[in-house]
């Protein structure tokens, strides 16, 4: 995959090019347990929750074990699609991520993706229109079709105070390596092609 990704550059020729960075192939969580490092960001995009073992990645514990790694101010960026899965598997993952972080913030990244960002403190917001005055930032924001300050307030859908009612609305336990309520469904909300798209009506 790491060889594969070289088809998109430029897109991520930074990945490639940039020398603080390194491509590491590991499991995620034993990444985690056999280093001591703390990140100021840790961006959480694995494939989709019905791929086998992937779902172990959006538990509670794992959860845990990142907010280990994160240093004082720190951010988790966590991925989760809102196609072929079901709203209440959606609410059991943020129940999962909501019991380990205080805080969190979700963004409409498209129309069937969300973006959280979580973390100890309180996520700033809003964002800064400094943001735009990097050229390079700037241009890859220009490609997703956020041109400004107001973009990206477009698709902020909120806090951890006004959507966790929300979520818990469906009960669903948090996903867990001991309850793997993502694990046990996915698969089958993926060949039902259920759609959780309904929660940006609800969050909007």
């Known amino acids: 995959m790491a060889e594969a990704a070289r088809g998109f ?27 001591g490092r703390r990140y100021d960001l840790i961006i959480s995009e694995p494939s989709n929750p019905w791929a086998s073992g992937v779902s172990s990645l959006f538990t509670r514990e794992f959860y845990r074990r990142v907010r280990q790694h994160l240093a004082p101010q720190g951010l988790l960026v966590q991925w989760i699609q809102l196609y072929e899965i079901d709203p209440s598997l959606v ?26 960002v979580a973390a100890d403190a309180p996520v700033p917001l809003p964002p800064r229109a400094e943001v735009f005055e990097h050229p390079g930032v700037a241009k890859e924001l220009w490609t997703v079709h956020i041109l400004s300050g107001g973009d990206l307030d477009a698709r902020y859908l909120g806090s951890r105070a006004t959507l966790e009612p929300l979520f818990a609305s469906y009960g669903m336990p948090a ?19 259920r759609s959780a798209t309904e929660l940006l009506a609800l969050l909007s």
């Open 9 to 35: 550059m430029p897109r991520n020729s930074g990945a490639f090019a940039d020398p603080r960075g390194a491509i590491l192939i590991d499991d995620a969580k034993t990444f985690f347990s056999t280093r």
């Open 91 to 116: 609410a059991s993952v943020m129940r999962a991520l909501g019991e380990e972080f205080p805080h969190y913030a979700v963004f409409a990244a498209s129309d069937h993706d969300l973006l959280i």
């Open 175 to 193: 996903n867990s390596d001991y309850a793997p309520v993502l694990d046990l469904n996915a698969a089958r909300q993926r060949f039902m092609e």
